[in-house]
């Protein structure tokens, strides 16, 4: 297998983190992104962490003509994709633009891809895929019932990939289900920088602890969970890069199509996570404990042993260096990439 590798999405947040674990593993990233959620900064950025600035294409998944003409110009081995929209909210009130994102520019990619004879791919999918759950942790032979248009379009792709590679066994296809990604590289350089109100709970405490929000507002206190607040499985950024480049280095060996989840494989509850901040920073984080949002779920964490048993892949940072991480990050970078 050749060395570059196409990152669509990758100036985002974990594809930007993905980048700095290619280069390490030494492959060599090309990330295409049309900068409609993320900074075009970032670029230079990776430069300093890895010693070399990745080359940057700025473009749409869905413009079907420039993929074919990053094929033509690339020697790419394989395709890492992150590109489209990830909030839960957002899909709710724009279903179709998520549907165009997500599942059409998955298969306009899939199209080039297939046409150009490069047969490897990384997706970037979600354990929004399995909705509320029956029971936690999750393992991945849970029922996948998505609660809203974003997670609808998570298991739409998935399909689609799994009846190519049914179609077509030459295939090497991963579907990653991420948990909920924090943190941030350790060099404090590149990290999340939500642009306009975050979508997760750790940008909201990080804008609390700097001074830019007053106080965090704690979405239900009476929740069945050992403090009364919800439960979620957090993940750090840099577990969940290095996470792909195991997949990646796994589906190499063979055709085939491997589904995984990657999560700490523990629940953290908001309460857990806000103290976990308060040593990591010094800083009080002030909050107000309120009513419940209609449809969160009390708890959910995943069941992440098969990416270990799979691919020797476990997350190895714990909810301390998470909160350190995203505290380095958020000071050195109060306006993100600005």
Known sequence: ????????????????????????????????????????????RLGRITGTVPTFIEGDVRDRALLDRVFAMHDVAGVMHFA??????????????????NVNGSLVLAAAMQ?????????????????????????????RRPANPYGHSKRMVEQALADLQHAQPEWRIALLRYFNPVGAHESGLIGEHPQGKPNNLMPFVCQVAVGQRAELAVHGGDYPTHDGTGVRDYVHVMDLAEGHVAALRHVAKAPGLLTLNLGSGRGASVLDVVKAFERASGRPVAHTIGPRRPGDVSAYWGDASLAEATMGWRARRDLDQMCADSWRWQQGNPRGYE
């Open 1 to 44: 297998m050749g060395d570059c590798i196409l990152v669509t999405g990758g100036a985002g947040f974990v594809g930007s983190h993905s980048c700095v674990a290619l280069a390490e593993a030494g492959y060599t990233p090309l990330i295409l992104d049309n900068l409609g959620n993320s900074d075009v900064r970032v670029v230079e």
């Open 84 to 101: 489209g929209l990830k909030a839960v909210g957002d899909s709710v009130r724009d279903p179709i633009g998520y549907y165009d994102n």
């Open 115 to 143: 046409q150009a004879g490069v047969k490897t791919l990384i997706f970037s999918s979600s354990a929004t895929v399995y909705g509320e759950p029956e029971r936690s942790p999750i393992p991945e032979d849970a029922p």
